[in-house]
């Protein structure tokens, strides 16, 4: 078998005329030749009217790719709690189960509401205070006369409950509701005396400052009578001790 040297290049030719040089023209308006450049190298626009394999370039652009979707928008985690009490959405996922620096359990420590802590409802949230279940116990501290509840979760930017006094009587003439708000307190003082949690104010004087009743859908109100004297229907007399123990025990 013989071939000519041209019928050699002419065949070469034809395998290699699949792809473009290295500085030949490839594309361009009116270019009716092959647009794809050897490996390496990339078919680079000069003008309208031509374009370049340029080696180290870019390959030219492949289809366009569709724009990926947007990730969806992180939604805030249901807090799944203990209580069966709490309703409504809270506004902090609370601290948790390990007592934090610096902060307390409060507590009764005596029937009907033996190892019932402060919290609010709903949990975490503004709302009223009252005496529930050890799992969701709220965590305290006393500053500057103002009982504060700890409602972030670690590492989050701390965020804190102020427990307000009502002025108005309720119940009976000698009970004070207490709710937790995002404002501070105005009506008198809390303090932690001996293990108690204690609230005065100036003019109103308590035979017992210590004295609190715990009454219907265990909500909290200070008492400003006398310990177990005239106790109204559906609550029950309660003393409140902080504690600081890592967890809250049942
Ligand atoms: C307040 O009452 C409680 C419960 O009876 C008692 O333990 C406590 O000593 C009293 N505090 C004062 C200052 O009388």
């Given at each position: ?13 034809g ?81 948790g ?59 989050e ?45 100036a ?16 909500k ?31």
């Amino acid at each position: 078998m013989y071939y000519s040297t041209t019928a050699l290049l002419v065949l070469l030719a034809g395998i290699v005329s699949a792809a473009v040089g290295d500085w030949q023209q490839c594309g361009g308006m009116n270019w009716a030749g092959e647009t794809a450049c050897n490996s390496g190298a990339g078919c680079v626009k000069i003008n309208d009217y031509y374009s370049q394999c340029q080696p180290g370039a870019a390959p030219a652009d492949p289809e366009p790719q569709p724009e990926p979707e947007p990730e969806p928008e992180p939604q805030p985690t249901e807090v799944t709690t203990g209580t069966p009490t709490a309703t409504g959405a809270p506004s902090g996922t609370g601290p948790g189960k390990t007592l934090q620096s610096g902060y307390y359990w409060i507590r009764a420590v005596a029937a009907p509401n033996f190892h019932k802590y402060i919290q609010t409802k709903p949990l975490y949230s503004t709302g009223d205070a009252l005496l529930g279940d050890y799992t969701t116990a709220g965590q305290f501290q006393v500053v500057d006369g103002q009982l504060l509840e700890l409602v972030s979760a670690p590492g989050e930017p701390v965020k804190l409950l102020y427990a307000v006094v009502s002025e108005t009587r309720s119940i009976n003439d000698n009970s004070l509701a207490v709710t937790f708000s995002e404002t501070k307190n105005t009506y008198g003082t809390f303090a932690f005396g001996g293990d108690d949690l204690e609230w005065s104010v100036a003019g109103v004087n308590r035979p017992n400052k210590s004295a609190w009743y715990v009454c219907t859908g265990q909500k909290l109100y200070i008492n400003l009578g006398n310990y177990l004297y005239q106790t109204p229907a559906g609550c029950a007399d309660q003393t409140i001790h902080y504690y600081n123990d890592k967890t809250a025990n049942n």
